[in-house]
């Protein structure tokens, strides 16, 4: 049958590639113009670039302090994205698993919280934590990520965790085992597709995140690198030359992770299909 | 087991974190915060704070730039908020009223003030308090590019565009030989700011002026509609827009772009400032010789606006008295004496093109021929005080600059514009 | 698996929810209180002191023509994007899991404009719009490309809708492709059987059992949409003359720009409880509808 498919659906393949071409334009641009100049960016942007010259990339690497920023960066989203997993899918289970109105309350605040504006919480959120003496920190910042993470992190938990037969976790609670150990040894394991979408989606978040950061975290050796890009906008204009070179340097950690987990996705995605 | 090694992991990580966390600083070491809202030289300011350093070992200074997609305002807002206000800050002086309460107020008598130009040290000045030093002196009118103009009019003297009509003429001129007379930014901050804020600030000399007539606006006792200024200028403006290149798409308003295009004489004049010069003058196809004429709004050459540029200091120094210990201020007052009046500190500011407004300025400072253009204007005393655009602050400038915006294209009429910046008025409050 | 004795049950509870919720109530929701309880003062977010007055900043809020204004336009924009970005997301999908040669490489493809953030791609866009859409324009002669996108308030309206689009499309792909999958081959094969081919075993058989997959993907773009800022503020940031300006970023405007905090503050309160009840809606609805296949 598959065979089949492919064969009957040579227009629909073309058209597709054709619109993924489309959509990439964006990239080629972005890619194309590191190399270049603003002036020629502006004038042409569609021409191929004549050279390698690695102009840009080299005044990216150093106006941005690069490497500080990659480690700041790196740093910040790991411990978050690790934080609001571990904490989110714990919570996630207790309230898929223990069906109370106290849960169903804290589940229903959760999906409301997710639509409520940044803007309506960031002067009090300054004025509570600067109050406290905890702005300048990049644990105050994770802190902030856990909390802001919570909601959407667990809603996608709770979703698939309602997908898991309880059959397999009531044997091992029957065996004796505790609820915790239960829950790291048996539930855990099963989450690792879910986890891959959650890592994904908040690692994006968290890594391109300038708001946030740009509140929290004021001393320069302290920034992260979409925080480092400041230096190529001014007042009313934007040097495009070296910001498309410092995009392209910001995310390639990004694309790396997301090479190395589409495997697993996917992988995931099947899984979830077997069951 | 896997999940004690994933546990394992982020303790480390987290240990690792701690070690970035930042320290308090050492006995005797003073360390101020900087905040920039001239994001286009805040690599000259590292590198000025970065001497400074050299030369006193025991000050550091660090530069909060605006975050990207963050507000002036707001960021500074939220530093006040979070108690992490910055020692030092340059801000627009209409926003000193903000903080009025948190500025130290500088002691007219402190001894190196003697060195500002005369009137200078009224740029910082609100409520018959200094809360800030000026910097720099920019300037605006329409800038002329002296190689496309002079190709059509050999031996042009700026002097002899001093009316409406002398303006029209010469546009004419240039539209007959083939090239496009003028360029208008299309931004609300420079049509709406910079062009109607003409209409309010040459109702006299002296900032009084035009703010009495911005106030009468609020009170509605005044229909801004039955103003000659505003028409006179509105009718300039019609011209403006008349010979426009950018007359098919006139709201792009990309500063890029436009920049590039005067800088390549696409276009023979161009509404904007001296400050232009930061992007301007680093495009590799650029002509380097300007001058500036006035925006004539009438046809009486002695008329005052007809003959004059806008000249201020847009920015100030400042420094918070809030919650900067007394240590700091002083650290950061004995920084702005370095940074103002030292010939070493002045040096990064003449090199970046900054008109200081300073008399001990080394006298063979060379500046681009936009600011000497604007300096020429001062020196005669021929200059435009916009004083009254603390009213300006706020939203007011985006607002009003964007009914501008929709004239422009023709979506409402001279007498809606005219409507709907007094109803934009009428909802505002004095000072 | 309830506990008998209240002490143990409580400890259950703190140790699955008690760092989440301790993180999640310190950093939203007592904020949030905080700043409901400063709408109903004269604060300017910057003086040391204010004072109560009441509902006073709501009463302004209801008068202010501009943001009912602004909120219609915001619902418009985010009516058009929720729709398109589903369609353009289910038809992606569908064509990506029937098997189509290089599908991987397409999947991944379309997902990557969401290894972006938001502001360095609204500043792209713009310059795409502005500068790139405008030269082709002119090259070849396009009379409607010639002129910015960005300089007309409806099609600016329409730019932004792209972005979204753009944006968005491969993370909601993502979402149906796992609900594509996750349809038991036994009753897709029970379909093939009956002779139930292409778009009607897509009408009959397929999208009933979408149902949950389209519940979240709808839940997910009404409410970014709703709240979208950074890529307003990047891509038009309200221009042609504030004809953009969705409500997100007018609530920023007004208790930044305007210097009137407390209404700034009461308008995000009130945007938040508009699509509160807008989610919530369509939540019950679509609930209603799984159940009932």
């Known amino acids: 049958m598959t065979a089949r498919l492919r064969k009957r659906r040579p227009v629909s393949t073309v058209a597709v590639f054709a619109l993924l071409i489309l959509f990439l334009v964006p990239f080629y641009l972005v890619l194309n113009n590191s190399f270049r100049t603003t002036e020629l960016f502006v004038s042409s942007p569609f021409r191929l670039t004549g050279s390698l010259d690695p102009k840009n990339y080299v005044s990216a690497f150093q106006k941005m302090r690069f490497m500080n920023g990659l480690g700041n960066s790196f740093l910040i989203t790991v411990c978050s994205v690790a934080l609001i997993m571990v904490t989110a899918s714990m919570s996630a289970h207790y309230l898929v698993r223990n069906r109370t109105r106290l849960s169903a309350g804290i589940f229903g605040l959760m999906v409301a919280s997710m639509i409520v504006p940044f803007q309506a919480v960031m002067i009090p959120l300054a004025k509570i934590y600067g109050s406290l003496n905890l702005y300048n920190n990049p644990w105050t910042l994770m802190f902030f990520y856990m909390g802001f993470g919570q909601s959407f992190a667990i809603f996608i938990f709770h979703g698939f965790i309602k997908g898991i037969p309880f059959e397999l976790e009531e044997a091992a609670l029957i065996d004796g085992c505790g609820k915790l150990k239960n829950f790291f040894r048996i539930v855990l394991p099963n989450l690792k597709p879910v986890m891959v979408t959650v890592l994904i989606l908040d690692v994006l978040w968290i890594w391109n995140d300038f708001l946030l950061p740009s509140m929290v975290l004021l001393s320069p050796e302290l920034r992260t690198l979409p925080l480092s890009t400041y230096s190529f906008f001014t007042t009313y204009s934007v040097d495009y030359a070296p910001l498309m070179a410092g995009l392209v340097l910001t995310i390639i950690p990004v694309i790396v992770l997301y090479l190395l987990c589409q495997r697993q996705i996917i992988e995931g995605v099947v899984q979830g299909a077997i069951k | ?431 | ?293």
């Not at chain 2, 009213?391 to 929709?406: E, F, I, R, S």
């Open chain 3, 1 to 293: 698996m309830r506990e008998k004795s209240p002490i143990k049950r409580a400890a259950t509870f703190i140790a699955f929810n008690g760092l989440s919720l301790f993180a999640f109530f310190s950093v939203l929701i007592i904020p949030f209180i905080y700043g409901l309880i400063l709408t109903f003062t004269d604060w300017n977010a910057i003086s040391d002191t204010f004072r109560f007055i009441g509902f006073a900043n709501y009463a302004t809020v209801f008068s202010d023509k501009e943001f009912v204004r602004q909120f219609l336009i915001t619902i418009r924009y985010v009516v058009i994007s929720a729709v398109l970005c589903n369609l353009f997301a289910f038809t992606i999908a569908y064509f990506l899991t029937s098997g189509m040669r290089g599908q991987n490489l397409l999947r991944g493809g379309f997902f990557i404009p969401n290894l972006i953030g938001g502001i360095i791609l609204g500043y792209i866009w713009k310059f795409i719009f502005a500068n790139v859409l405008t030269q082709l324009g002119k090259g070849f002669g396009i009379a409607w490309l010639k002129t910015s996108f960005l300089t007309n308030p409806d099609r600016a309206v329409w730019a932004m809708i792209i972005v979204t689009v753009w944006q968005y499309a491969g993370y909601l792909m993502m979402i149906y492709i796992a609900g594509f999958v996750g349809i038991p081959r036994d009753v897709q094969e029970a379909a093939d059987i009956d002779g139930a081919h292409g778009l009607r075993k897509l009408g009959s058989v397929t999208i009933p059992l979408m149902v949950p997959s389209f519940n979240i993907c709808l839940f997910i773009t009404l409410s970014r949409c709703f709240m979208a800022y950074d890529l307003n503020l990047a891509l038009t940031n309200g221009a042609p003359y504030g004809s953009t300006q969705l409500a997100a970023m007018h609530v920023y405007q007004k208790a930044f720009m305007s210097k009137q905090f407390g209404v700034g503050q009461a308008e995000a309160i009130v945007l938040f409880i508009v699509v509160a009840l807008i989610s919530v809606t369509q939540v019950l609805l679509n609930k209603k509808r799984e159940v009932e296949v």
């Open chain 2, 1 to 431: 087991m896997k999940h004690s090694r994933f546990i394992a992991l982020l303790l480390t990580l987290l240990m690792l974190s701690t070690m970035v966390t930042i320290g308090a600083a050492a006995e005797g070491e003073v360390k101020l915060t900087y905040y920039s809202t001239s994001a286009e030289v805040n690599a000259m300011f590292e590198t000025m704070f970065a001497k400074y350093h050299e030369l006193n070992p025991n000050v550091t200074v660090e530069l909060i730039p605006t975050g990207v997609g963050m507000g002036q305002q707001e960021q500074l807002q939220s530093l006040f908020a979070s108690g992490n206000a910055p020692t030092f800050m340059n801000i627009d002086p209409a926003n000193i009223l903000d903080y009025e309460e948190k500025l130290l107020v500088f002691d007219e008598n402190t001894d190196w003030f003697q060195y500002m130009n005369p009137g200078a040290i009224e740029a910082g000045r609100m409520n018959g308090k200094v809360y800030g030093l000026p910097f720099s002196t920019q300037g605006y009118g329409l800038c002329y590019n002296k190689r496309v103009v002079e190709s059509v009019i050999p031996g042009f003297d700026p002097a002899t565009i001093n009316t409406q009509d002398a303006l029209r003429t010469f546009f004419e001129t240039l539209d007959a030989a083939g090239v496009v007379p003028t360029l208008i930014h299309g931004a609300n901050w420079s049509v709406g700011c910079h062009y109607l804020g003409l209409a309010y600030a040459v109702h006299g000399k002296d900032a009084e002026s035009g703010e009495a007539f911005i106030e009468s606006l609020i009170d509605g006792t005044t229909d801004i509609a039955t103003d000659p200024l505003f028409q006179g200028y509105m009718d300039t403006y019609d011209l403006l827009v008349k010979y426009n290149l950018r007359k098919d798409d006139p709201l792009v308003g990309d500063y890029n772009a436009d920049n590039a295009a005067f800088g390549a004489g696409e276009c023979a004049t161009f509404f904007m400032g001296d400050w232009m010069w930061t992007v301007l003058g680093t495009l590799e196809n650029k002509d380097t010789e300007y001058g500036y004429i006035p925006v004539p709004w009438s046809n009486d050459p002695t008329a005052y606006g007809n003959t004059e540029v806008v000249v201020s200091m847009p920015k100030v120094m400042c420094i918070d008295a809030s919650q900067s210990t007394p240590e700091q201020q002083a650290a950061a007052l004995e920084l702005l004496k370095w940074m103002l009046t030292s010939a070493e500190g002045q040096e990064y500011f003449i090199q970046a093109g900054f008109s200081m407004p300073y008399n001990n300025v080394r006298k063979d400072a060379v500046y681009n021929s936009m600011t000497q253009a604007i300096a020429g204007y001062s020196a005669v005393g021929k200059t435009i005080n916009i004083g009254c655009f603390t009213y300006l602050t706020g939203d007011a400038w985006a607002k009003t600059g964007d009914m501008m915006l929709k004239y422009t294209v023709g979506a409402i009429d001279r007498a809606q514009l005219a409507q709907e910046i007094n109803d934009f008025w009428k909802t505002q409050t004095k000072h």
